[in-house]
């Protein structure tokens, strides 16, 4: 499997940014994903996960109403919707492939991980 995370870049807080994660190897529509987050002299942190169909989401609580994470698998890739951004929103952002199956925000428990791609909010 490899995930490669793409479409960061700098925006003013309050606006808007899609992140996509293209992925190839294992087919895509087998496992769950998810998008990490890691700031500056921070841990990663969970951000949101989705299942293997996209039926099922699970987000960061601080994170609920203002990001939307989705998936096409026809096109083997996943998004992040990320709208009112502030700048504590600033960090690296990772996609990666669930071992599990189920929604957790563990990051031990994502077996393969995107390059990530950083998201900068200036306020």
């Known amino acids: 499997v490899q995930l490669q995370a793409f479409g960061g870049g700098l925006v003013q807080a309050g606006g808007s940014l899609r992140l996509s994660c293209a992925a190839s190897?294992?087919?895509?529509?087998?496992?769950?994903m998810g998008w990490f987050r890691q700031a500056p002299g921070k841990q990663r942190e969970f951000v949101a996960a989705?299942?293997?169909?996209?039926?099922?989401?699970n987000y960061a609580d601080s994170l609920k109403g203002r990001f939307t994470i989705s998936r096409d698998n026809a096109r083997n890739t996943g998004y992040l919707q990320m709208d009112s951004l502030k700048p504590e929103d600033t960090a690296v952002y990772f996609c990666?492939?669930?071992?599990?199956?189920?929604?957790?925000?563990?990051?031990?428990?994502?077996?393969?991980w995107g390059q990530g791609t950083l998201v900068t909010v200036s306020s």
């Open positions: 190897g294992r087919t895509f529509s087998s496992y769950a």
């Open positions: 989705i299942s293997r169909s996209g039926s099922t989401t």
């Open positions: 990666a492939k669930n071992s599990i199956g189920q929604l957790t925000p563990r990051a031990e428990l994502y077996d393969f």
